[in-house]
């Protein structure tokens, strides 16, 4: 018995994975649809999606980088505190005194970074793949949101240390939307918590950065995720249809999308599977 | 499996996504192995370069030059030649918008899932980003350096040495330029390669991204002491930043 055997051909792996480690065909459906995680992806996908260099995996890297954010943010979030006499100690505090602390923060700051750049480059893979075209349309306004939602979390994030980098950023952000016209003063009080910088300004943006923002970005990217099965999957290439294609086919013309084999496929799979039980 | 769809505009296309393969092992195996080269990178990084730390804020020092994070350089140096409210707010929303409406500008769905759509689309891509590079640098340039008299420099100081109010300089003259540039960029992928609106959106989609990279790298790299234009090598420490 190898060592995969032992570890997928018992009792709690399946009661995981039912049908134990996914060696055929049909296992490697059914892995797919019994999965929540999984279930974000279809059954089967075509072999061109699978070229790296058609989608360099940047949409995957951009939720993965929020992951590894979120993991480093908790553990930063239980010795940070955002007040104005102590946010900046407590940094110190964690580069100098906690286990792991500084490797924590260092790697929150380059995550952050990193999925910036993600995202900026998503977006610009599915622009240049004319991956926004029809049915894909409303997908790609919920990609401009969450890049601004993006840009957001960094944003915040970066005045929480409190040092001078912080409070200068503040300033300069704060002047800029304080110059709105006919309603910049009430958007510099709304970001400010006041009339200056201090401590109603950092519990505004911590309590922003740390729940009000990560939620609103689960939320859209769940939206996103879901739509991405919805329009039909990864981005493949369309091309003219020929005439007698057309001519045969039924009046569809309010452009809803025809069941997709897929669907059939797990409908036959989860029959299949309640044929067995 | 060949699916026909119709849509609006008529517009008849078949989806062909050629041979098909299971998900599990096929695309799991490669996601997981880039989660785990991003992860390794990101520990490495983290081992060996710090995040950054300055001094405590203090209201009494302000330090020099005071910058945003990279990814708001681009826009901090769109500051330093126009308007506040036309920097900070009106061009980085009207950006937002632009984005978002592309689909609904593109309607069509011929090019989908082929990098660049078209032949054309990739000679499109690089002819925008060189026009767009050379307005940008050259814009940029001739700001800094213009001259307009007793040892000021720039269009909207010259401009109110002829008598212009101030808003000729710092809102009309960059709004012309933010409007033309684009516009003549359409205007000559038109007439050059015959674009379609695919391709035209293309070189306004580049035209974006260019800006952004060329501004976001002058502000970053080529901005120094007092935000004047420098060669990167000439940028010393900031003035009132401790690193800790």
Redesign the interface.
Known sequence: MGLREKLTNNRFFKSIYREGY?DT?RK??L??INSLA?HL??????????K?S?TW?LG??SI??FV?LTITGVFLMFYYIPS?KDA?WS??NI?TNVYFG??????????A??M?ILVLLH??RV????????P??FN??LG??L??VT?LL??TG?LL?????????I???A???G???LI?KQINVALLGGYQ?GQSTLIRWYTLHVIFLPLTLIVLVSMHFWRVRKD?NI????????VE??AG?PA??D?A??PS?EAAEEASGEAEEQAES | ????????EEE?????????????????S??LV??LI??LA??L???F???????????E???NP?K?????LG??EL?LHM???L????VPGAV?IL??A???I????????????TPK?LPI?KFSAVYTAVWVVGLVLLDEYLPAGEGAHGISPLLELYGFPPAVGDIFVPLVFMTFIPWSLAVIVKRRWNANT?EII?AL?TFF?ASFVVLTIIGTAFRGHSMQLMWPWEIGAPE???E?
């Not at chain 1, 992806?41 to 699978?50: E, Q, S, T, W, Y």
């Not at chain 2, 499996?1 to 609006?8: I, K, L, T, Y």
């Open positions: 996914p065909d490697r459906v892995v797919i999984l992806h279809p059954v089967r996908i075509p072999k061109k999606a699978l790296v058609y995996g995957g890297l993965w980088m590894i104005v900046w940094i110190i580069n500084a490797f924590m923060r260092n790697m929150h700051r380059w995550a970074h990193a910036v977006m610009t622009f240049y793949t004319g991956s926004y075209k029809p894909r349309e790609w306004v401009v949101v890049l601004t840009f960094s944003f970066y240390p409190w040092d001078q980098l912080a409070y200068w950023a300033t300069v952000g002047e800029m939307g110059s709105t016209p910049g910088i039909g981005s493949t290439p369309v091309y003219p249809a020929p294609a057309t086919s569809d013309g452009g999308p025809e084999d | 499996m060949a699916r026909v769809m119709q849509h609006e008849k296309v078949i989806e062909d996504p050629g041979e098909r393969v299971h998900v599990w092992p096929h695309l799991v490669i996601e880039g989660a991003y992860l990101l520990s990084m983290s081992i370069i710090r995040a950054p730390l300055v001094d405590l804020a203090n209201p020092v302000t330090p005071a945003a994070p990279w990814y708001f826009l901090q500051l308007h506040p409210a920097a900070g707010v009106i937002l984005l978002a592309i689909p609904y593109d309607r069509t769905r011929a090019g989908t899932g082929i990098w660049f759509s689309g891509t695919r293309i989609y991204l009132g930043l401790m800790r």
